[in-house]
C-alpha cells in the first residue's frame, strides 16, 4: 500500500471509530409518535410563573450568612410558611442549554445537541412552553428562543435584552435581573389598557418565564463568594416577591397562580460551571401558591447530607427532586399534557390535591413513559429480524395491559393510594424497558468496531516490522493463487454481512461499523508470508530486550491511561522520566545536558500537583512568566554572540518579540487592574490582545529557517499569546515545558552520536527547509519507540498538566477577558481551546526537530505513535461500560474522545508533513540526477 493511499485509509479508519462512540452511546433518546396524556380533573393553578436564577447554587440561597442573617428573606418565609422546598439535582453537563432543557421538556439534553451549540435544537421536543395556551418569557437571547423556536403554533413570545449586557466586565451584572423584573411589571401594565392581550392573560393553562442571568454572570466575573454575588441574590429575592405581588393585585388574588423558583445549575467555588461537583448539581428549588403543598414541619430524617443544620432548615420537610422531575410538577399545576419526551416523574409530595387527583396524575405520568417505551420497542422490532429480536421481558404486551388495566382498576374502586405505588411501579419498569431498548445494539456495534480497530491496529504493527525489518519477499504464483481465493472468501463475507443488515433495514452507519473489518483483515491476512517470515525470525531477535520494551510500553500506556483519571500520575511519569539519562548512561557523556533534562523533568512534575487552573487566579504568576521568558530569550541573545552568530532580521526580531511579551504582560495586569475597579476592558488592551493572536500566526514566518532560531520565534509567539490567556500560575507553564522541549532535542543529538556518530549533525548547522538527501534517511530502531513514547507523554501533559481540559468543561470565562467580555460561547470558546493547544504545538515542534535532527523519516515515527495512540484509545473504549453513573460513563467517553481527536489531528499533520517532505527528497533527487 503506498503511503498516501494508507494515510487516508488510516484517516477514515480513525474517523468511523471516532464517531462510532456517538452511534453506540450517544444516540438521540427522543421518539416520535406519542399521544399526549393529560389528567380528566380540573387543575388547581389555571397560570404558572417560574423564576429560574441561573447558576445559583443551592447552598448560597438556602444558607444563611455568618451572622445569622437570610439572604432570600421572602423565599424563606414562603419555605417556613408558604411552600414546599427542596434540592433539585442536575445531571453533567451543568450548563445552561441543557438544565433548561430538562426542566421544561422534562428530558436530559440530546447529546447531537452540542454540534447546534446554543440557539437552535437539533431535533424537535416537546415542552411546558409548547403544551401550554401561551407563554410569555423574559431575559437571555441565549436561552429563550431555542424554546420559542421549535413550538408549535405562535403562542410563545419571547422578550430579551441585546446581548451586549452580557458583560462580565459590567459594573453591575444584576441590571440583567432588574431589566427582567421591570419588563415584567410593564408588561402587565400594557395589558390593562390593552383589550385584546388582557383577554389572552387572562386565558387559563399560561405561563410566564422570567430567566434570570445576573446571578450566573456575577458568579463567573467575581466568584460565589463575592459581594456582588450574594447582593444579586438578595436583589433576586425582592424581585420575586414584587413580581408575586404584582401577579396578585392584577388576577384579584383569585389563588390560581402557582410559582415555582430553581436554577438551571451551580457554580464553582471558583466561578465555573459544566462538571459534577456538588456545588454545580445541588441547585434550590422551591414552589408555592395554587396547587402547591404548604410549608410542613416533620423533620427530613432521609437526607443524611448535613445540610439542614447548616442551613437552619432542620424543622422544615425537604423534597428534593431529579432537575426532569419539575417538567411534570408544572404540567399537573396547570393541567397541560406531560411533555412528550420527558422521563420526570411527578413529584407528589409538592401537590397540595387529592388523593384522587394524585393517583390520575401519576397514571398520566406512568402512561406518558409507557408511550414511549412502546414506540421504542416498536422501532426495534421492525429493524430486527424476527427470530432474533429479545423482547425486554417484564413490559411484554401482555403485561402492559395488565399494568394499565389494574392501575384503571384501583382508580376506579377508590383505592387510589394502592394505584399511586403500581403506578410508579410501571414507571420504574418503562423506564428500564427505555434504557434496555436504547442500547439494544450496544454489543453487536461495540464488537463490530473493535474488531475493525483491533485489525487496523495489527495492520499498522505489521507494515511498521515489512518496512523496517526486512521481511519483505518477493510474491510466488502460489502466493497470487492464494491471494486470489482469500479475497473471494472475504468478498463473500461481506455480502453476508451485508445482506444480514438490509434485511434488518439497519441504518446506514451500521453498515460502516459493520463492514470495515472485513477489507482491513482481509489486508492482514494477505501479507501471510510476512507473518510467516516474522515467526521464523523470532529466534534471532533480541528476546530480552524485546520483552523488556514491551513490558515498559505497557507500564508507560497504563500509566498514561491512569493520568486521565489522576493527574499526579503524570508527575510519576516525569519523575521516571527524568532518571532515563542515568540508567541509559548518558549522564557521564552529556552532563550538563542530561541535568538540564533531570531539572526540567522535575521542575514540571510540580504542575499536575496543582490545583486546577482558574481556581485562585493570581496575576502575580503572569508576570513571573514574562520575566522568565524574558531572562531565557535574553540569555539565548546573549550567547548568540559568540559562534555562531544569530543574522541581523533574527536578532531584530527577537528584540520585538521580547517587547511583545512586555506589552503582553501589561495588559493582562492592566485588564485585571481595570475589571476590579470596575471600569470594564480597556479599548487598547483589547486591541493589543487579538493583534497578538492574529500575528503569531505571521511572526514566526520572518524568522530564518535554522531550528533553533524558527523554535525560539514560535515559542515566544505562543507565549505572548499564552500570557493573555493566564489567570494563574498555568503562565509558567508554557516556558518550563519550552525549557524540557529544547532539553529534549539536545539529549536526543547526544543518542544518536552515542549510537553512531556519522549521523552526528550539529543543530546550530540544521535548516529544516533543506533539500532531503532519502540515503541519509535511517530505518527505525527500538530506541525510536522510546522516542515515540516520550512523544505521546509529553502530548498528554501538555493537556493536562495545568488542567486546562477541566477549564474548558466548566468553562470559565475568566481566561479571555482581555480580549472579549461580553457573552460569546463560540468565541470565548474558541480562545479557550486555543490555549489549551498551545503547548500542544510547542511539542509538535520539537517532535519533528527531533525527527529531523535524527535523520528518521517522519512517517515511520508517526507510525509509531499512531500505535501508542491506538492502544489507549482502544483502552478508553473498554473503560466505557453500559452500566454505573451516567458521570462515570461520560468520563470515560470523554477520555475516548480526546485520545481520538489527538490522534486524527495528529495523522492530519503527518499528512501535511510527508506532502512537503516527500516534495523536498523529489527535488533532491532532481538535483543529484542532474550533477550525475
Not at 453487536?444 to 516490522?465: A, D, R
Not at 531584530?652 to 501589561?666: A, D, E
Not at 547526544?750 to 556519522?758: L, V
Not at 470558546?829 to 509538535?844: E, N, T, Y
Request: net charge neutral.
Amino acid at each position: 500500500m503506498k503511503m498516501k493511499t494508507f494515510f487516508i485509509v488510516g484517516l477514515i479508519v480513525h474517523v468511523v471509530f471516532f464517531l462510532s462512540i456517538f452511534d453506540i452511546y450517544f444516540t438521540s433518546p427522543l421518539v416520535h409518535g406519542m399521544t399526549p396524556q393529560r389528567v380528566p380533573l380540573a387543575p388547581p393553578a389555571k397560570r404558572l410563573v417560574l423564576f429560574v436564577a441561573d447558576g445559583l447554587r443551592a447552598d448560597s440561597l438556602f444558607k444563611p450568612d455568618n451572622n445569622g442573617t437570610v439572604r432570600a428573606p421572602y423565599l424563606r418565609s414562603v419555605i417556613e410558611e408558604g411552600g414546599t422546598w427542596g434540592v433539585s439535582h442536575t445531571r453533567v453537563p451543568t450548563e445552561s442549554r441543557p438544565g433548561h432543557v430538562a426542566l421544561l421538556a422534562g428530558f436530559y439534553e440530546d447529546v447531537s445537541a452540542v454540534a447546534k451549540g446554543w440557539k437552535e435544537n437539533p431535533v424537535e421536543f416537546d415542552s411546558v412552553f409548547n403544551e401550554s395556551r401561551n407563554t410569555w418569557c423574559w431575559g437571555s437571547p441565549d436561552i429563550l428562543p431555542m424554546f420559542a423556536k421549535g413550538a408549535t403554533g405562535d403562542h410563545v413570545y419571547t422578550h430579551t435584552y441585546p446581548p451586549e449586557r452580557e458583560d462580565f466586565a459590567s459594573t453591575d451584572a444584576s441590571r440583567l435581573d432588574t431589566w427582567v423584573f421591570d419588563e415584567v411589571k410593564d408588561f402587565l401594565n400594557v395589558a390593562k389598557s390593552n383589550e385584546t392581550l388582557l383577554n389572552k392573560v387572562h386565558e387559563e393553562q399560561n405561563v410566564f418565564f422570567l430567566h434570570l442571568l445576573g446571578i450566573d454572570t456575577n458568579g463567573h466575573a467575581h466568584r460565589p463568594m463575592s459581594k456582588e454575588y450574594l447582593e444579586n441574590i438578595g436583589l433576586v429575592d425582592a424581585g420575586v416577591a414584587e413580581i408575586v405581588t404584582v401577579m396578585e393585585d392584577f388576577y384579584g388574588h383569585d389563588g390560581k397562580t402557582a410559582y415555582v423558583f430553581t436554577s438551571d445549575h451551580g457554580m464553582t467555588n471558583w466561578g465555573s460551571h459544566g462538571a459534577g461537583h456538588p456545588s454545580e448539581t445541588l441547585t434550590p428549588l422551591v414552589a408555592w401558591g395554587a396547587g402547591v403543598q404548604t410549608a410542613q414541619r416533620e423533620g427530613s430524617h432521609k437526607y443524611d447530607d448535613n445540610y439542614l443544620k447548616e442551613w437552619g432548615l432542620e424543622t422544615y420537610k425537604r423534597v428534593d427532586v431529579n432537575q426532569a422531575d419539575i417538567a411534570p410538577l408544572m404540567s399537573s399545576l396547570i393541567g397541560v399534557p406531560f411533555p412528550l419526551n420527558s422521563v420526570g416523574v411527578l413529584p407528589l409530595n409538592y401537590l397540595n390535591n387529592s388523593q384522587h387527583f394524585k393517583a390520575e396524575s401519576m397514571y398520566a405520568n406512568a402512561i406518558q413513559i409507557l408511550e414511549q417505551f412502546r414506540v421504542k420497542m416498536a422501532q426495534k422490532k421492525e429493524t430486527t429480524i424476527s427470530f432474533l429480536f429479545t423482547p425486554y421481558q417484564p413490559l411484554i404486551d401482555s403485561k402492559q395491559m395488565d399494568f394499565i388495566r389494574q392501575a384503571r382498576d384501583l382508580i376506579h374502586r377508590g383505592q387510589f393510594n394502592e394505584a399511586i405505588l403500581y403506578c410508579e411501579d410501571l414507571i420504574a419498569q418503562a423506564m428500564e424497558g427505555l434504557s434496555y431498548y436504547h442500547t439494544y445494539d450496544r454489543l453487536f456495534l461495540g464488537c463490530s468496531v473493535v474488531l475493525g480497530f483491533i485489525g487496523w491496529t495489527s495492520y499498522v504493527v505489521l507494515f511498521i516490522l515489512k518496512t523496517h525489518a526486512s521481511l519483505r519477499k518477493p510474491p510466488s504464483n502460489t502466493h497470487m493463487v492464494t491471494e486470489i481465493n482469500l479475497g473471494q472468501a472475504f468478498l463473500c463475507i461481506g455480502l453476508l454481512v451485508a445482506l444480514f443488515l438490509w434485511v434488518q433495514s439497519s441504518p446506514w452507519t451500521y453498515y460502516i461499523y459493520c463492514l470495515l473489518p472485513v477489507p482491513v483483515w482481509y489486508s492482514i491476512m494477505r501479507e501471510f508470508e510476512t507473518l510467516a517470515g516474522l515467526i521464523r525470525s523470532i529466534p534471532s531477535l533480541p528476546l530480552s530486550k524485546c520483552f523488556g520494551y514491551l513490558l515498559l510500553i505497557t507500564f508507560g500506556i497504563e500509566l498514561l491511561v491512569m493520568s486521565f483519571f489522576y493527574r499526579a500520575m503524570l508527575t510519576l511519569g516525569l519523575v521516571v522520566l527524568a532518571l532515563w539519562p542515568m540508567v541509559s548512561g548518558l549522564h557521564t557523556k552529556a552532563k550538563f545536558r542530561s541535568l538540564s533534562w533531570m531539572f526540567s523533568c522535575l521542575f514540571l512534575a510540580v504542575f499536575p500537583l496543582l490545583p486546577v487552573v482558574g481556581r485562585e487566579p493570581n496575576v502575580n504568576y503572569v508576570i513571573c512568566a514574562g520575566v522568565l521568558t524574558l531572562f531565557n530569550l535574553s540569555s539565548y541573545l546573549c550567547s548568540s554572540w559568540r559562534s555562531p552568530p544569530l543574522i541581523r532580521r533574527d536578532r531584530q526580531l527577537f528584540i520585538c518579540q521580547m517587547v511583545q511579551v512586555v506589552l503582553c504582560t501589561y495588559t493582562l495586569t492592566s485588564t485585571h487592574s481595570s475589571l476590579q475597579l470596575k471600569q470594564g476592558l480597556p479599548l487598547f488592551n483589547q486591541i493589543v490582545s487579538w493583534f497578538t493572536l492574529v500575528s503569531s500566526f505571521l511572526i514566526p514566518l520572518l524568522s530564518s529557517t535554522r531550528l533553533f532560531q524558527r523554535l525560539l520565534s514560535i515559542l515566544m509567539s505562543l507565549v505572548c499569546v499564552y500570557l493573555l490567556l493566564s489567570t494563574g500560575y498555568e503562565a509558567l507553564f508554557p516556558p518550563v515545558l519550552s525549557w524540557l522541549m529544547f532539553a529534549w532535542i539536545n539529549i536526543e543529538q547526544e543518542t544518536i552520536t552515542t549510537q553512531e556518530s556519522s549521523y552526528r549533525t550539529e543543530l546550530s548547522s540544521i535548516d529544516f527547509a533543506e533539500n532531503i538527501d532519502i540515503t541519509k534517511i535511517r530505518q527505525l530502531r527500538l530506541d525510536d519507540i522510546r522516542r515515540s513514547y516520550f512523544f505521546v507523554f509529553f502530548i498528554i501533559t501538555a493537556f493536562f498538566g495545568c488542567g486546562n481540559i477541566a477549564s474548558i468543561n466548566s468553562f470559565d470565562p475568566a481566561s479571555v477577558y482581555c480580549f472579549q467580555t461580553v457573552f460569546n460561547p463560540f468565541i470565548m470558546g474558541g480562545l479557550l481551546m486555543w490555549k489549551v493547544l498551545i503547548p500542544f504545538v510547542i511539542v509538535m515542534c520539537t517532535f519533528e526537530s527531533i525527527q529531523v535532527s535524527t535523520q528518521l523519516s517522519s512517517r515511520s515515527l508517526f507510525l509509531v505513535v499512531l500505535v501508542i495512540s491506538d492502544l489507549m484509545a482502544l483502552h478508553f473504549f473498554f473503560l466505557v461500560k453500559d452500566y454505573g453513573s451516567w458521570l462515570d460513563i461520560g468520563t470515560s467517553i470523554s477520555h475516548f474522545v480526546i485520545v481520538m481527536s489527538m490522534t486524527i489531528f495528529l495523522m492530519l499533520l503527518s499528512v501535511m508533513t510527508h506532502i512537503l517532505t516527500s516534495k523536498r527528497i523529489i527535488i533532491g533527487q532532481k538535483r543529484k540526477m542532474h550533477f550525475r
